[in-house]
């Protein structure tokens, strides 16, 4: 690792760890880092730490950090992969119709009451995970011609799809206006009763797609000098590519799966991560992914501070603030798009 990468890393990562321990005092019930600390620290009795605030921290409020800290990684080490595969800054986690797939799929769960659960998932959170897997091998396979895989036939094909499944949701909300406050609140994306099974359940899906997108960093790098340039430095396009698409997709629907549709995340930690780092992926992605982690428990501690013991749904605070910090880059770093 670089001298001068290594302290901004162990930077972030202080910042994080610091945003998760101040984020477990803030709530519609307030506790002291004092507490905060008391509780968390198995080294001090538990008798010196009320019930209600050991469970609060443990049973409410940890499991619930660590996954919103899961999700933001998860979204923004997408979001740096699938930016590096399309050569595109305007490319973010949902681009290939993933948003749309979870989105329809979790509409449908609720819409009809359905009860299947799987592997650990809960009815909803099953739902949209197929439906975000599907719209992505849906669009992968509608964009193969000839055994070749079209990188803006891919693009095309993912912005229809979403459209498409925009649509179907649209028509189940005006048939289920019964169930229209359940699902607004499940598609603007939040963490509101969420649990130890739920981290549980995204952490092996989030961190085997992370893990295999630091492994494909290399060859990111070289996609960008275009297809042709890559095949002549020996890189296997068609299989790098759809490694590529499986591990952020899969990143992608466990964490729409657990938290909902939670938008500019994956847009706005790679450019800030690029920002500071540059291009190269073995530096962008970890960056990223630490960024995105750091932006999620902020916006979710805000979300849920700001307006108690009322909780806003997290989506609507990064769509709030993410729009004009994107606006912000767009006006004063126009070289980077």
């Keep these: 690792m670089r001298r001068d990468y290594l302290w901004p890393t162990l930077l972030l990562s202080l910042l994080l760890l610091l945003a998760i321990f101040f984020s477990l005092g803030l709530g519609a019930v307030s506790i002291t880092p004092g507490q905060v600390w008391a509780a968390l620290n198995p080294q001090i009795s538990p008798e010196a730490v009320s019930p209600a605030v050991h469970t609060i921290v443990w049973d409410f409020r940890l499991a619930r950090v660590l996954l919103a800290a899961l999700v933001g990684a998860a979204l923004a080490g997408a979001g740096a992969a699938f930016q590096g595969l399309f050569r595109n800054p305007l490319a973010d986690p949902f681009v290939i119709g993933a948003s749309g797939g979870a989105a329809l799929g979790a509409t449908l769960a609720m819409a009809f009451g359905w009860t299947i659960a799987w592997l650990g998932f809960a009815p909803v959170s099953l ?140 847009l706005i930690a790679p450019h800030i991560a690029r920002l500071l780092w540059g291009p190269v992926h073995a530096l962008l992605i970890p960056t990223s992914i630490l960024l995105g982690a750091l932006l999620l428990v902020i916006a979710d501690t805000a979300a849920r501070t700001i307006m108690a013991p009322v909780e806003l749904p997290v989506g609507i605070l990064t769509s709030l603030l993410g729009a004009p910090f994107f606006l912000y880059l767009l006006r004063t770093r126009r070289e980077m798009f």
């Design 127 to 266: 739902a949209a995970f197929a439906g975000a897997m599907l719209a992505v091998i849906l669009a992968y396979t509608i964009s193969e011609v000839s055994g070749q895989t079209n990188i803006l036939a891919l693009l095309l094909a993912g912005t229809a799809l979403s459209s498409a499944f925009s649509a179907g949701v649209s028509l189940l909300l005006v048939l289920n206006d019964h169930d229209f406050v359940n699902i607004f609140f499940w598609l603007m994306g939040g963490f509101s009763g969420r649990s130890w099974d739920d981290l549980w359940l995204a952490l092996p899906y989030i961190a085997v797609g992370l893990l295999g997108l630091g492994l494909l960093a290399r060859p990111l790098d070289v996609l960008a000098f275009g297809e042709e340039t890559a095949q002549g430095l020996g890189v296997s396009v068609r299989p790098v590519r759809l490694l590529i698409v499986l591990c952020a997709t899969l990143a992608t629907a466990a964490a729409v799966a657990n938290s909902g549709i939670i938008g500019f995340v994956g």
